[in-house]
Nanobody, 123 residues
Framework: QVQLVESGGGLVQTGGSLRLSCAAS????????MGWFRQAPGKEREIVAA????????YYADSVKGRFTISRDNAKNTVYLQMNSLKPEDTAVYYC????????????????WGQGTQVTVSS
């Protein structure tokens, strides 16, 4: 049983930055690979970034490479997504996810989900 709570979403102009946080409670945090997914209206949920249990391996979707950075602080049971150079196409609900796999690579790898936080990028 793991609870995930996202925060940090909001409205930002094109080119701006936001940092999303995901606070986890329950089972030992380092047990889980963690990831961020997003879902835009009318589209399927897609993986944005993932980080392995200890933070040694990261994955980024091609659309966000070079702009987003995922990190984790296991001592604080928290995962972050730093989003820079935001574009309107980044607008979506962003979800934090945790899975028992070493690193998440797909939605089905996730065993727990947060409630989501809205990110809106305006021009």
């Amino acid at each position: 049983q793991v609870q995930l709570v996202e925060s940090g979403g909001g409205l930002v102009q094109t080119g701006g930055s936001l940092r999303l946080s995901c606070a986890a409670s329950g089972r030992t945090f380092s047990t889980f690979g963690m990831g961020w997914f997003r879902q835009a209206p009318g589209k399927e949920r897609e993986i944005v970034a993932a980080i392995s249990r200890t933070g040694g391996i990261t994955y980024y979707a091609d659309s966000v490479k070079g702009r987003f950075t995922i990190s984790r602080d296991n001592a604080k049971n928290t995962v972050y997504l730093q989003m820079n150079s935001l574009k309107p196409e980044d607008t979506a609900v962003y979800y934090c996810a945790a899975g028992y796999k070493f690193i998440l690579s797909a939605e089905l790898d996730a065993d727990y989900w947060g409630q989501g936080t809205q990110v809106t990028v305006s021009s």
